[in-house]
């Protein structure tokens, strides 16, 4: 036994967090495997007589309505359910074409217990000679450790990118960086369709604002991943699942959209199903053009050195983008046996960006007079191909939905991107003469990834699951730098040459879980073994290895059928991305540009969180975790002397990370639902750079609120706003920001079409403005972009989309990677 003393605790919280974390994976198994097995049998029929064959029949506990267990009822109607021991349950039965059945509570004795025969009345909708499917899902559903948005059904998402709707997601935030943070923290691993996306900060921004919202189908924010998924991601992962039809017969719909700010921005989509009773046939393809500017301001402050005196400046860059992307994913699933299914896809992603950048510098003394006055364009012309490709296999070794299963997928994937890039600048004090730069960049990044999972019921209502994964990624760069000045043209090698990056990491997992009466555990282990290697020309190449292991540890305990506690502990890891860690440059202006460091690190967490679930909606969280050495994204004059900028990331020392969250589903009115989310955090960061020793901290808080109206003759509407007070992160000093958007809805042709209207940031308020101060340099920014726009949007579907969706009795590779650990 662990004899727990707090006082070994200290004042550190990492210490006790450090302490159960083993502790509790240990402990995990053992109050759960010793349960007494009972069972719920009974029978299904219609009200006028008949069995009803593949009714879904759940058992939930009473005390929260949590699902226990389901089953498929047979020909004959009859079904089994298997509980862990004695106590208080429900049993809910749904088939389509019939209104949801749910039983009185009862308890079930050790020897089990033959519910009475359970009869569904039809629905309305069986009027028709076929079964129509109106069914809507909710926004926003809180399933144990994460929120899943199902954006395919917000009106909101007309028109709009994949990093529209994560900026209107809860507690989601954007940096002036474009780094994105879940509940105030950055560090996110970003999956789309269970495969990693191995992107950090604007690269990322740029791939998902290429991305049209009409791809996806929902987008999961897990705070406090089990040991299944990937151990990368400290602050949790975004999983963002593109849309997948899967009704039987042949189904189709289409799109088109246009929404106009200062600039227009036009989408058009169109989606192709087969499924029969052997295979499933899709593909998507959506086409996006959109314009839009950015408006960036700045105003440093530069110390005096022993070589530059004291000196300021004022910066302002306009820039007008022309975005055009094209995207698709087509896949193949077969049913090779009842019990075997095989599946193959692919997904395209080709963006073409063409941006020119006008800038206007100012530079004062230390008397503040003009020392300094110049202008310059920045033209660029980026061209994306991305593509990826999944094959996986599923096996059940019997045809009980609680059979062992195995699961295997093989990814493949590249990102490439082509820069072409000219710097032109006009000196006008002092008279310098001319000079143009002009970059090529070429960039290649593949990941393969190699996965096996397998999943094996033990007694008494448990389940053991392991894999193994095997991950690498190759990056291949190079860029050239040739400058003019007075019509000569030479290459400057000072910042031209090749970077090649790769990264290896081995990974395995065991992870035990089980249910009894009142109480669900889980308790995993995961080991990363991790390799890179980076070189850089004329520099001896940086090498590192190591290994590391990544417990994580959840339970879930209803008091009361009003109350219900939960608890997770887990260690996880951010490794530098590709980017991060490349020296190469890309520039804003003439005054700055962006550069990695291949000197960084990777950063490890503890994290501890604890909930209350109230009437099963209401949930309150506290979240405390450390952080060792914290990857920040910092600016500084750059090495090459001059007033030049670099932005780039750098370890600090520590992150001490406190939270308060918040979230109410509500329903004033039948017509009415209203989903709120707030968080209040705490973050203290300590370290050193430059001379200057940091240790800062301040409260903050994030709010954000959903409004979904029903409104007669077919109409909808949604109303939202979020809230981003105030914070700290690192030597960056960010300043409140919100904006709030509106969305009308209306139904059309008998429900095979729609029409939506929406407007986003309606008063202009997401902008994004910081300071970050140094005892060398200080600089205050200023973000806009072309966020208010109006948008008209006209969906149709077509096909057999009055047949009801199949029923899975196995679950697919991709499904299986989005719900890893999720009950």
């Known amino acids: 036994m662990f004899n727990f003393d707090p006082a070994r605790c200290g004042l550190v919280p990492s210490l006790c967090i450090r302490w159960l974390l083993p502790s509790l994976v240990l402990l995990a198994p053992q109050s759960i495997w010793a349960q007494q097995h009972a069972s719920v049998t009974g029978a299904v029929a219609k009200s006028t007589g008949g069995p009803i064959e593949l009714a879904t029949v759940t058992l939930h506990l009473a005390t929260d309505s949590s699902v226990v267990k389901t089953e498929f009822s047979d020909a004959q109607g009859t079904f089994r359910l298997d509980a862990a021991g004695s106590g208080t349950y429900l049993v809910s039965v749904a088939q389509v074409g019939f209104n949801r059945y749910w039983s009185p509570k009862f308890e079930l004795p050790p020897t089990g217990l033959t519910l009475p025969g359970i009869q569904l009345v039809p629905s309305q909708a069986t009027t028709l000679k076929d079964v129509v499917v109106t069914a809507r899902k909710p926004?926003?559903?809180?399933?144990?450790?994460?929120?899943?948005?199902?954006?395919?059904?917000?009106?909101?998402?007309?028109?709009?990118?994949?990093?529209d709707v994560l900026g209107r997601a809860p507690a989601v935030t954007m940096d002036v960086s474009e780094n994105?943070?879940?509940?105030?923290?950055?560090?996110?691993?970003?999956?789309?369709?269970?495969?990693?996306?191995?992107?950090?900060?604007?690269?990322?921004?740029?791939?998902?604002?290429?991305?049209?919202?009409?791809?996806?189908?929902?987008?999961?924010?897990?705070?406090?991943?089990?040991?299944?998924?990937?151990?990368?991601?400290?602050?949790?992962?975004?999983?963002i699942n593109l849309k997948k039809d899967q009704r039987h017969g042949t189904n189709g719909s289409v799109n088109m959209g246009y929404g106009r700010g200062v600039y227009g921005k036009f989408t058009s989509g169109l989606a192709l199903n087969h499924r029969s009773k052997k295979t499933n046939v899709y593909g998507n393809y959506a086409y996006a053009d959109r314009r839009g500017f950015v408006l960036q301001d700045f105003a440093r402050q530069y110390s005096a050195t022993s070589q530059l005196p004291l000196a300021s400046s004022v910066i302002a860059n306009e820039q007008r983008s022309?975005?055009?992307?094209?995207?698709?994913?087509?896949?193949?699933?077969?049913?090779?046996?009842?019990?075997?299914?095989?599946?193959?896809?692919?997904?395209?992603?080709?963006?073409?960006?063409?941006?020119?950048?006008?800038?206007?510098?100012?530079?004062?003394?230390?008397?503040?007079?003009?020392?300094?006055?110049?202008?310059?364009?920045?033209?660029?012309?980026?061209?994306?191909?991305?593509?990826?490709?999944?094959?996986?296999?599923?096996?059940?070794?019997?045809?009980?939905?609680?059979?062992?299963?195995?699961?295997?997928?093989?990814?493949?994937?590249?990102?490439?991107?082509?820069?072409?890039?000219?710097?032109r600048t006009v000196f006008e004090v002092p008279a310098f003469?001319?000079?143009?730069?002009?970059?090529?960049?070429?960039?290649?990044?593949?990941?393969?990834?190699?996965?096996?999972?397998?999943?094996?019921?033990?007694?008494?209502?448990?389940?053991?699951?392991?894999?193994?994964?095997?991950?690498?990624?190759?990056?291949?760069?190079?860029?050239?730098?040739?400058?003019l000045v007075n019509g000569t043209s030479?290459?400057?090698?000072?910042?031209?040459?090749?970077?090649?990056?790769e990264e290896n990491v081995?990974?395995?997992?065991?992870?035990?879980?089980?249910?009894?009466?009142?109480?669900?555990?889980?308790?995993?282990?995961?080991?990363?073994?991790?390799?890179?290697?980076?070189?850089v020309e004329g520099a001896v190449p940086f090498r590192r290895n190591y290994m590391q292991l990544f417990p994580s540890a959840s339970l879930q305990r209803a008091l009361n059928e009003r109350h219900a506690l939960g608890a997770t502990v887990a260690r996880r890891i951010d490794r530098p991305s590709y980017a991060q860690v490349n020296p190469l440059r890309s520039y804003f202006d003439i005054t700055s540009y962006r550069s990695g460091n291949p000197n960084l690190v990777a950063q490890t967490s503890y994290n501890v969180e604890l909930t209350h679930t109230y009437r099963q909606k209401f949930i309150t969280s506290l979240a405390y975790a450390q952080t060792d050495q914290p990857i920040v994204n910092v600016v500084q004059p750059s090495p090459d002397g001059g007033r030049l900028v670099v932005n780039r990331d750098v370890n600090l020392s520590t992150q001490h990370y406190y939270a308060l969250s918040l979230t109410a589903p509500l329903e004033p009115t039948k017509w009415w639902t209203l989903y709120s989310n707030a968080v209040f955090y705490y973050s203290r960061f300590q370290g050193e750079l430059a001379e200057t020793k940091l240790d800062r901290s301040r409260p903050a808080f994030l709010f954000s609120a959903n409004n979904n109206f029903s409104l007669p003759r077919g109409w909808s509407a949604e109303l939202n706003g979020n809230f981003q007070s105030r914070e700290i992160w690192g030597f960056e000093d960010a300043r409140a920001r919100g904006q709030v958007g509106a969305s009308l809805q209306k139904s059309l042709w008998n429900k095979q079409?729609?029409?939506?209207?929406?407007?986003?940031?309606?008063?202009?308020?997401?902008?994004?403005?910081?300071?970050?101060?140094?005892?060398?340099?200080?600089?205050?920014?200023?973000?806009a972009q072309d966020s208010r726009v109006v948008t008209a949007a006209l969906t149709y579907r077509f096909g057999n989309s009055k047949v009801a969706a199949t029923r899975k009795r196995t679950v697919g590779a991709d499904d299986e990677l989005r719900r890893a650990g999720g009950q």
């Open 139 to 163: 926004l926003f559903e809180h399933k144990g450790d994460r929120i899943v948005i199902n954006v395919a059904d917000s009106p909101l998402s007309s028109g709009a990118t994949a990093l």
């Open 180 to 239: 994105i943070s879940l509940r105030g923290r950055q560090g996110l691993l970003v999956v789309i369709d269970g495969k990693r996306t191995p992107l950090t900060g604007r690269e990322l921004a740029d791939f998902l604002r290429a991305l049209p919202a009409e791809q996806l189908q929902s987008v999961e924010l897990i705070t406090n991943p089990p040991a299944q998924y990937d151990a990368q991601g400290g602050a949790g992962i975004i999983a």
């Open 322 to 423: 022309h975005l055009r992307s094209h995207s698709a994913k087509a896949g193949l699933d077969l049913t090779l046996t009842e019990r075997t299914l095989l599946g193959v896809s692919g997904t395209v992603l080709h963006s073409f960006t063409e941006a020119n950048t006008d800038n206007k510098t100012l530079f004062y003394n230390e008397v503040r007079e003009v020392s300094g006055r110049y202008s310059s364009r920045v033209e660029q012309d980026i061209n994306r191909p991305n593509g990826t490709l999944n094959l996986n296999f599923r096996h059940s070794f019997a045809d009980s939905a609680n059979a062992k299963f195995i699961t295997a997928d093989a990814d493949f994937g590249r990102y490439d991107i082509t820069r072409q890039q000219e710097l």
């Open 433 to 483: 003469p001319n000079s143009t730069l002009t970059g090529d960049q070429q960039s290649s990044l593949v990941i393969q990834a190699l996965k096996a999972d397998f999943s094996q019921p033990l007694p008494q209502r448990a389940r053991l699951d392991m894999g193994l994964k095997v991950t690498r990624i190759v990056s291949d760069n190079n860029v050239e730098f040739t400058r």
């Open 490 to 501: 030479m290459r400057d090698g000072a910042i031209s040459g090749p970077f090649w990056y």
């Open 506 to 535: 081995n990974a395995a997992y065991i992870s035990m879980r089980g249910v009894r009466a009142k109480t669900a555990l889980q308790a995993g282990l995961r080991a990363e073994q991790t390799n890179t290697r980076a070189d």
């Open 753 to 783: 079409g729609s029409f939506r209207l929406n407007v986003t940031d309606i008063f202009y308020t997401n902008i994004i403005g910081s300071t970050s101060d140094y005892a060398n340099f200080s600089e205050t920014s200023r973000f």
